[in-house]
């Protein structure tokens, strides 16, 4: 057996994006309606009428919320969890006896079965109740063991590992390292094949619910070799395995019930049936995997924005200021309407996504990134718009509240246990990277030869001939739709008249797609380092697709005798706030400050600066910047607490 490598891959950039291309799913078999969308194609008919689950699902999904709302009730201590840091074991083992850890898993492997779209529901109470115990169940679920299994596994790995999944196993997802996040051509994690197993050394990153787990999906490089494709690839280990060293729990500013640690792996055997896919699939399982799995991210934020609003409600009509309660002073009515607008436009994209991955007639991969990076971002912006709402209460821990006779309102908190959000499953900055990515791959596939320096000059003429088709037939498209005509999408006018909303969707949709095909034209290679701008176009496609959801939410729940009128209300008003919003990005992308950023960050960084940072004193502490993570074994305690 060959010795492991001691040294990281040294990757250039372009490497980098090599590897992160290769794992993308290259084809589109389903249609899609953002990816239509940021073509200047807006496909209203692929969301409405809304989609809804059977009854039969939807009877097994409400029967397990109502058994679950009592169990967040009767037996979650959310103050408890937050002082104490930990989730009680008591706790866990009656989600594990209620089938919480199952609610993905088929019922013939003995989990619950449940649809996307309830497992969601389930995450955004359980998460309202306290978010660490959200997170458990999302990363054990969405993106732990039983998902890729579900996809890629095999019939004896399904067989073996998802009961287990369903009913006793913790599991968790160990991609991240000490020097390696959203670059994962840099893995520094080896398996090296020997005889019928694999050989595992490295050390693990941020390994949501490593502590605790008793089950593990690892992500480690295989090296080249006679019989061995090698590269990036998953597998199923045993978080007992001889050579597995939890070395450290660490802690955050919010989630303080988090189980997430540092793992070391040293000559850790695992059997190669635990492989899951071939040799170098691992990206392509992970970055899958994620297509349904960010969905519980935007689940919880959802449940974060109910409880905001539920608090901002009660709050702001019991405190009286000059005369009359805080909430008619337009100062803080103005975040209320914020808060309340966007919870329903949240709810709505997640329950559209979500029903359409339960549908799988579309494909979704821009949806669920959407949601999670649009989630995640206005989630944050409710909570801190909550806590302005509270004042110095807001800033005050519910514990303190309490102690001094005051309603123990954790205000404070769900600012921090929302904020890792914006970070967790890709962060917003490579969410932007990843959907831009997605919305110009039409543009690519006809144009990406003549921008790509290796092409030959017969390779260039090739794909100039396929573009000028191409941009033939789209470019006249750009130009006019229903949009402009004032009797289109008639059927969303009942009483309040949402049709002009949609009408904006269709024109700036079109808009969109112009600017981006400008912006290509204009700097062609170079686009890919426009992060600034292509940020910018996916925000503005983000309040597009968040648009549309809420116009065909409302038209649902009139249409069903469900709030109607007040959800065309809502819809109206997030309409409005959105359209705002999208007219400032579409100023902002070419009336920027990004190229004198750029000179500012090369001074910064050179040092030219230095003066301004005199006058303080730096209360960090001593050590590197980044952890020696050199393959080798443990010389830690292991900390690693499986709950049974």
Request: proline residues 5%; hydrophobic residues 40%; aromatic residues 6%.
């Amino acid at each position: 057996m060959s010795a492991a490598p001691t040294t990281r891959p040294v990757v250039t950039e372009r490497e980098a994006r090599q590897v992160a291309e290769a794992a993308r799913e290259q084809d589109w078999r389903k249609p899609s309606f953002a990816k239509e969308l940021f073509l200047g194609r807006f496909r209203l008919d692929l969301i409405h009428p809304h989609p809804l689950p059977p009854d039969e699902d939807a009877q097994r999904g409400e029967e397990f919320l109502t058994k679950l709302r009592d169990f967040c009730e009767t037996k979650i201590d959310s103050a408890r969890i937050e002082r104490d840091a930990r989730i009680p074991d008591e706790v866990i083992d009656g989600l594990k006896e209620l089938g919480a850890f199952g609610m993905k898993i088929d019922t013939k492997y003995g989990g619950l079965g449940l649809t996307q779209v309830y497992y969601n529901k389930a995450l955004a109470l359980v998460g309202s109740a306290n978010p660490a115990i959200g997170a458990l169940l999302s990363a054990h679920q969405s993106i732990g063991v039983p998902q890729p299994l579900k996809i890629f596994g095999t019939q004896e790995q399904k067989d073996t590992f998802l009961p287990r999944c369903a009913r006793t196993d913790i599991s968790a997802f160990l991609l991240t390292e000490p020097d390696v996040g959203s670059d994962p051509a840099r893995l520094a994690t080896t398996a090296v094949p020997d005889g019928d197993d694999y050989v595992l050394d490295g050390v693990k990153l941020w390994t949501t619910n490593g502590v605790v787990a008793d089950l593990l999906v690892v992500m480690a490089r295989v090296p080249k070799s006679e019989g061995h494709k090698g590269g990036i690839t998953a597998f199923v280990v045993e978080a007992t395995s001889e050579g597995i060293t939890v070395e450290n729990r660490n802690a955050f500013m919010g989630l303080r019930g988090l189980e997430n640690g540092v793992t070391r792996f040293h000559q850790v055997r695992v059997p190669a049936a635990n492989r899951i896919g071939p040799e170098g699939a691992g990206l392509k399982i992970a970055l899958t995997t994620l297509n349904t799995g960010r969905l519980s991210l935007p689940a919880m934020c959802v449940g974060a924005g109910k409880w905001c609003l539920k608090i901002a409600r009660e709050w702001s009509g019991a405190r009286e200021q000059w005369g009359k309660p805080v909430a008619l002073h337009e100062a803080v009515g103005s975040k209320i309407a914020f808060i309340a607008a966007t919870t329903f436009a949240l709810e709505a994209v997640l329950d559209l996504s979500s029903q359409m991955a339960d549908e799988d007639r579309n494909d979704i991969r821009i949806e669920a990134a959407l949601a999670k990076l649009y989630g995640s971002e206005m989630a944050w912006l409710m909570a801190d718009e909550l806590v302005q709402i509270r004042g110095g209460r807001g800033f005050e821990t519910a514990e303190s509240l309490r102690e001094r006779g005051e309603r123990a309102v954790p205000a404070e908190q769900i600012l921090r246990d929302l904020r890792i959000n914006r970070i967790f499953e890709g962060s917003t900055e490579i969410m932007h990277l990843l959907i831009a990515r997605e919305a110009v791959d039409a543009h690519l596939s006809v144009a990406g030869d003549l921008i790509d320096p290796d092409k030959s000059l017969q390779d260039k003429a090739k794909a100039g001939a396929q573009a000028g088709v191409f941009y033939a037939k789209w470019l006249p498209k750009l130009v006019a739709g229903a949009g402009q005509l004032p009797s289109s999408y008639g059927e969303f006018k009942h009483g309040i008249d949402l049709s002009p909303h949609l009408r904006y969707v269709e024109r700036t949709s079109r808009k969109l797609a112009r600017s981006t095909f400008y912006a290509m034209s204009r700097w062609q290679g170079r686009m890919e380092t426009k992060q600034g701008f292509l940020g910018r176009i996916v925000d503005i496609g983000a309040e597009l697709f968040a648009m549309s959801a809420a116009c065909v939410r409302a038209e649902l729940l009139r249409s069903r005798g469900g709030h109607g009128r007040e959800a065309y209300q809502l819809a109206d008003i997030f309409c409005r706030q959105a359209r705002i919003r999208v007219d400032e990005l579409f100023g902002r992308l070419w009336t920027n400050t990004d190229d004198l950023d750029r000179k500012v960050v090369k001074n910064v960084l050179a040092g030219s600066y230095e003066w301004l940072e005199q006058g303080i004193v730096d209360p960090s502490g001593d050590g590197p910047w980044i952890a020696d993570a050199t393959p080798g074994p443990s010389l830690k305690e292991n900390v690693h607490r499986p709950i049974r």
